[in-house]
């Protein structure tokens, strides 16, 4: 059994003061059952205002079903959901007009340019044709897409369309934005472009909710992360207070073409080396603590006529902290 | 106005296909209205009859010959009895009539002679046969009061020679509601096509799952949404419509500002708006747009195949106008006959409105299925 982890530093209290903010999401004992299977599991969780939130979990842990649960997408077997204060419901349009989602697929009409694109979503918000308009210029500069207004989908490369897909959930200016894994199948450029403009949107006071299996974006951009696994919460924290929940200092990997089981054995008996683990190419040493940890495994691998590739060290991610609490990989 | 405005902006995108489809209707129509269909009167025609005279010396079967000569077309066929048996099979003639030896010595004792005719059983058999038998008939009551040959021959074609004035009365103007009959027909597949093409394509663009997604989650009223969304198709059918009804005048002429005119128009509305709530529940059911082209395709022809606007209707089996039955075109081509042809519209003002109750109880179950449909696919959405 899985036991939830809160880290003791408080996010809001050491780095925004003592002010706690208001609550933006708030959601208690959220559960939702398909027959036999509890995708979600008594989920309970606040979103604060201006946070980015980070929803962290493998492929299936539930962070899809979560999101739609909150927006009454789908129907849930038992909790509560508030937004804004107001229990969310399927005709909560007050509560509406103040959201934007991203999905995870690309939500565009293929028949509409960039610019209709957008246009026609803000207009769901929107009905001021003047005001529409000076939303929609900005929604595509946030993005970076003004050189594209007059193209189609179609015209437009993978990046590019998740960045159309983003200025359709946003143009409308919500005060919280659903950002459903936007940076699937991106390729670095973009992502980045992405990731600044989320944390722009922050800035300009936005409250995010964003859900992917990408560690290294969470840790980029979330001021607070929840870990989740099989519908429920098993971590939840600063990402800095999470990964000393992985019990890991540092971790040293050495490339090796091939290794004695022996050598794995050995290497566990290493000063403050609490696991080591070779897949076939990498050796990767656990420290709990300690100096010279480098020295000490370059001397083990030399002693032992062990030859390297390629030797560095690490500080722990968020995967170590999951594989910590789960004893599985995010992205298994 | 978002909602109807991307309605156009997609159609726009669409427009070659709606000419397309257009200049089918035009160019198919106008081929089939050049044929003149008025009926002003009638001729009548000559079936092809071998005769095999046994008794060639008497008077009586000379002038029977004689008759066939000028009410038929004699074919004289060389050859054994089964190329004889094979014209007939083929239809190269349509009876044999064979004079007995005794023909001439029946009649002037005033009894029937046995003339044998074999026939090839179709139409034109049966109009031989009715030849035949009116010479016969005749011959056979002057027999029995005329004994002298020459003039029993003399009173037999006097009495041949009788002919009776036909003169063909109609009001209705058949050439023009032949034409309109033919292009209304048309319009049938031309419309159907245009509004199932353009509004399966376009719903299926609001309806793709992601878009729905943000739709149900922004701020709309998402019965507002589903109304402007029906109003756009409502709108683009009504110019659809429109648009035929206008091009009607130009193809049939004056003869759409009468009273059947008015008819052919409302009962090609009640159409169109089959034609959309079936684009509608075709519209829940369709996701994936290539899918549309070729459901739409195989859905209009085989509708104007099987109900009779391609082909009238009779030349199709029964089997195929009983399918067709289940289908709306079907009984709004029936109304586009009944309209065209019947001489007192009074008369058939029943059936025309059974026959657009019908196609109206179409609207209401393919709108009803597409509602039903679209509610459940927003619970799992």
Same mark, same amino acid.
């Given at each position: 059994?899985?036991?939830?982890?809160?880290?003791?530093? $408080? +996010?809001?209290?050491?780095?925004? @003061?003592?002010?706690?903010?208001?609550?933006?999401?708030?959601?208690?004992g959220?559960?939702?059952?398909?027959?036999?299977l509890?995708?979600?599991?008594?989920l309970?969780?606040?979103?604060?205002?201006?946070?980015?939130?980070?929803?962290?979990?493998? $492929? *299936?842990?539930?962070?899809?079903?979560?999101?739609?649960?909150?927006?009454?997408?789908?129907?849930?077997?038992?909790?509560?959901?508030?937004? +804004?204060?107001?229990?969310?419901?399927?005709?909560?349009?007050?509560?509406?007009?103040?959201? *934007?989602?991203?999905?995870?697929?690309?939500?565009?009409?293929?028949?509409?340019?960039?610019?209709?694109?957008?246009?026609? +979503?803000?207009?769901?918000?929107?009905?001021?044709?003047k005001?529409?308009?000076?939303?929609?210029?900005?929604?595509?500069?946030?993005?970076?897409?003004?050189?594209?207004?007059? +193209?189609?989908?179609?015209?437009?490369?993978?990046?590019?369309?998740?960045?159309?897909?983003?200025?359709? @959930?946003?143009?409308?200016?919500?005060?919280?934005?659903?950002?459903?894994?936007?940076?699937?199948?991106?390729?670095p450029?973009?992502?980045?472009? =992405?990731?600044?403009?989320?944390?722009?949107?922050?800035? $300009?006071?936005?409250?995010?909710?964003y859900?992917?299996?990408?560690?290294?974006?969470?840790?980029?951009?979330c001021?607070?992360?929840?870990?989740?696994?099989? *519908?429920?919460? =098993?971590a939840?924290?600063?990402?800095?207070?999470?990964?000393?929940?992985?019990n890991?200092?540092?971790?040293?990997?050495?490339?090796?073409?091939?290794?004695?089981?022996?050598?794995?054995?050995?290497?566990?008996?290493?000063?403050?080396?609490?696991?080591?683990?070779?897949?076939?190419?990498?050796?990767?040493?656990?420290y709990?603590?300690g100096?010279?940890?480098?020295?000490?495994?370059?001397?083990?691998?030399r002693?032992?006529?062990?030859?390297?590739?390629?030797?560095y060290?690490?500080?722990?991610?968020?995967?170590?902290?999951?594989?910590?609490?789960? *004893?599985?990989?995010?992205?298994? | 106005?978002?909602?109807?405005?991307?309605?156009?902006?997609?159609?726009?995108?669409?427009?070659?296909?709606?000419?397309?489809?257009?200049?089918?209707?035009?160019?198919?129509?106008?081929?089939?209205?050049q044929t003149?269909?008025?009926?002003?009167?009638?001729?009548?025609?000559?079936?092809?009859?071998?005769?095999?005279?046994?008794?060639?010396?008497? !008077?009586?079967?000379? #002038?029977?010959?004689?008759?066939?000569d000028? #009410?038929?077309?004699?074919?004289?066929?060389?050859?054994?009895?089964?190329?004889?048996?094979?014209?007939?099979?083929?239809?190269?003639?349509?009876?044999?009539?064979?004079?007995?030896?005794?023909f001439?010595?029946?009649?002037?004792?005033?009894?029937?002679?046995?003339?044998?005719?074999?026939?090839?059983?179709?139409?034109?058999?049966?109009?031989?046969?009715?030849?035949?038998?009116?010479?016969?008939?005749?011959? #056979?009551?002057?027999?029995?009061r005329?004994?002298?040959?020459?003039?029993?021959?003399?009173s037999?074609?006097?009495?041949?020679?009788?002919?009776?004035e036909?003169?063909?009365?109609?009001?209705?103007n058949?050439?023009?509601?032949?034409?309109?009959?033919?292009?209304?027909?048309?319009? !049938?597949?031309?419309?159907?096509?245009?509004?199932?093409?353009?509004?399966?394509?376009?719903?299926?663009?609001?309806?793709?799952?992601?878009?729905?997604?943000?739709?149900i989650?922004?701020?709309?009223?998402?019965?507002?949404?589903?109304?402007?969304?029906?109003?756009?198709g409502?709108?683009?059918?009504?110019?659809?419509w429109?648009?035929?009804?206008?091009?009607?005048?130009?193809?049939?002429?004056?003869?759409?500002?009468?009273?059947?005119?008015?008819?052919?128009?409302?009962?090609?509305?009640?159409?169109?708006?089959?034609?959309?709530? &079936?684009?509608?529940?075709?519209?829940?059911?369709l996701?994936?747009?290539?899918?549309?082209?070729?459901?739409?395709?195989?859905?209009?022809?085989g509708?104007?195949?099987?109900?009779?606007?391609?082909?009238?209707?009779?030349?199709?089996?029964?089997?195929? &106008?009983?399918?067709?039955?289940?289908?709306?075109?079907?009984w709004?081509?029936?109304?586009?006959?009944?309209?065209?042809?019947?001489?007192?519209?009074?008369?058939?003002?029943?059936?025309?409105?059974?026959?657009?109750?019908?196609?109206?109880?179409f609207?209401?179950?393919?709108?009803?299925?597409?509602?039903?449909?679209?509610?459940?696919?927003?619970?799992?959405?």
């Open positions: 059994m899985l036991s939830v982890q809160f880290c003791t530093d $408080n +996010f809001f209290t050491s780095e925004r @003061g003592s002010n706690v903010p208001e609550k933006i999401i708030e959601v208690k959220l559960t939702k059952e398909y027959k036999e509890k995708a979600v599991d008594d309970s969780f606040d979103v604060y205002e201006k946070e980015i939130l980070g929803l962290l979990g493998p $492929n *299936g842990s539930g962070k899809s079903t979560t999101i739609n649960s909150i927006l009454s997408l789908l129907k849930y077997s038992s909790g509560s959901i508030k937004i +804004f204060g107001k229990e969310m419901t399927p005709s909560a349009y007050d509560i509406k007009r103040d959201i *934007g989602v991203i999905f995870q697929e690309v939500a565009v009409f293929e028949e509409l340019t960039v610019y209709d694109n957008i246009d026609y +979503f803000c207009g769901l918000y929107i009905r001021d044709k005001k529409r308009r000076e939303y929609v210029e900005e929604a595509i500069e946030v993005v970076g897409i003004g050189d594209y207004k007059k +193209f189609y989908p179609k015209q437009l490369s993978g990046g590019l369309l998740r960045r159309l897909n983003i200025a359709c @959930g946003i143009a409308h200016k919500p005060k919280l934005i659903f950002l459903d894994e936007p940076t699937v199948a991106v390729d450029q973009s992502r980045n472009h =992405i990731l600044e403009g989320i944390k722009k949107l922050r800035e $300009n006071g936005a409250t995010i909710l859900t992917t299996h990408y560690m290294e974006e969470v840790e980029q951009i001021d607070r992360i929840i870990i989740i696994d099989k *519908g429920k919460i =098993i939840e924290g600063s990402s800095d207070s999470l990964k000393r929940l992985a890991i200092e540092e971790k040293i990997s050495a490339e090796i073409h091939s290794l004695p089981e022996k050598a794995v054995e050995d290497a566990k008996k290493l000063k403050y080396a609490t696991d080591a683990v070779y897949d076939g190419t990498t050796l990767s040493v656990s709990s603590e100096r010279d940890n480098l020295t000490r495994m370059v001397d083990f691998l002693n032992n006529n062990y030859h390297y590739k390629k030797l060290s690490e500080r722990p991610t968020l995967n170590d902290v999951f594989l910590e609490l789960t *004893g599985k990989e995010l992205r298994d | 106005m978002t909602v109807f405005n991307t309605f156009l902006k997609v159609i726009k995108k669409n427009i070659v296909t709606i000419i397309i489809y257009t200049v089918i209707v035009i160019v198919f129509a106008a081929a089939n209205m003149d269909n008025s009926v002003t009167g009638f001729i009548s025609e000559k079936p092809a009859v071998m005769v095999v005279n046994n008794d060639i010396e008497s !008077a009586s079967s000379k #002038n029977f010959e004689k008759y066939l000028e #009410n038929t077309n004699i074919v004289k066929i060389e050859g054994t009895e089964d190329d004889i048996a094979d014209a007939l099979f083929y239809r190269d003639i349509t009876c044999i009539v064979t004079i007995p030896k005794n001439g010595e029946c009649v002037k004792k005033g009894i029937a002679p046995e003339v044998e005719i074999k026939t090839s059983g179709n139409e034109y058999a049966a109009f031989s046969e009715m030849i035949i038998s009116q010479y016969l008939r005749i011959q #056979n009551a002057c027999a029995k005329i004994t002298d040959e020459n003039t029993l021959i003399e037999i074609n006097k009495s041949l020679d009788k002919k009776a036909v003169e063909f009365i109609t009001k209705l058949t050439g023009a509601l032949g034409k309109a009959k033919t292009y209304f027909n048309f319009a !049938a597949y031309s419309m159907m096509s245009c509004i199932l093409f353009i509004v399966c394509l376009v719903l299926s663009s609001f309806n793709e799952i992601s878009v729905r997604k943000r739709t989650v922004s701020s709309m009223d998402y019965k507002k949404y589903s109304f402007d969304l029906f109003l756009s409502f709108s683009y059918s009504f110019v659809v429109l648009f035929f009804m206008l091009l009607s005048i130009v193809m049939v002429g004056e003869s759409m500002f009468s009273l059947r005119g008015l008819i052919f128009i409302m009962n090609a509305f009640v159409f169109t708006l089959s034609s959309l709530a &079936l684009a509608y529940m075709l519209s829940c059911f996701l994936k747009k290539n899918a549309i082209t070729g459901i739409v395709n195989v859905l209009t022809l509708f104007s195949f099987l109900c009779g606007v391609f082909v009238p209707e009779e030349y199709l089996p029964s089997w195929v &106008l009983g399918i067709a039955h289940i289908m709306p075109t079907y709004y081509v029936q109304n586009n006959g009944i309209i065209s042809t019947n001489e007192h519209l009074s008369g058939c003002i029943n059936e025309l409105l059974i026959n657009i109750l019908v196609v109206i109880g609207t209401i179950v393919f709108a009803v299925t597409g509602v039903i449909v679209s509610i459940n696919k927003r619970k799992i959405a």
